[in-house]
């Protein structure tokens, strides 16, 4: 089993900047890519940003490419997203996730992942 907890959600005005964390442990060697969705009420999940499990192969959504940026740290497995340049429409429940498959494609699609975070809250105020 793997255990993910989010951390860096909250409130921020628009044009502000927020670094979401997501710490990992448990049996993190048999995780793959790691990856970021969102949740709006009233909304159904979405794919935000994924990265390779050494980083060499990342994707982000169109809605957050050029402001978002996903990165992680395997020495603290630990999964970063930087968020700039944030818009009200980012606000959501950000969610980590971790798939285990051996596949050198991006995950894109929820259920294709494995392990799930509680979410952490990030709201932006207009």
């Known amino acids: 089993q793997v255990q993910l907890v989010e951390s860096g959600g909250g409130l921020v005005q628009a044009g502000g900047s927020l670094r979401l964390s997501c710490a990992a442990s448990?049996?993190?060697?048999?995780?793959?890519?790691m990856g970021w969705f969102r949740q709006a009420p009233g909304k159904e999940r979405e794919f935000v940003a994924a990265?390779?499990?050494?980083?060499?192969?990342?994707s982000h959504a169109d809605s957050v490419k050029g402001r978002f940026t996903i990165s992680r740290d395997n020495a603290k497995n630990t999964v970063y997203l930087q968020m700039n340049s944030l818009k009200p429409e980012d606000t959501a429940v950000y969610y980590c996730?971790?798939?285990?498959?051996?596949?050198?494609?991006?995950?894109?699609?929820?259920?294709?992942?494995?392990?799930w975070g509680q979410g952490t809250q990030v709201t932006v105020s207009s």
């Open positions: 996730a971790a798939d285990k498959s051996l596949s050198g494609q991006v995950p894109v699609v929820a259920r294709m992942y494995d392990y």
């Open positions: 448990g049996r993190t060697f048999s995780t793959n890519f």
């Open positions: 990265i390779s499990k050494f980083g060499g192969k990342a």
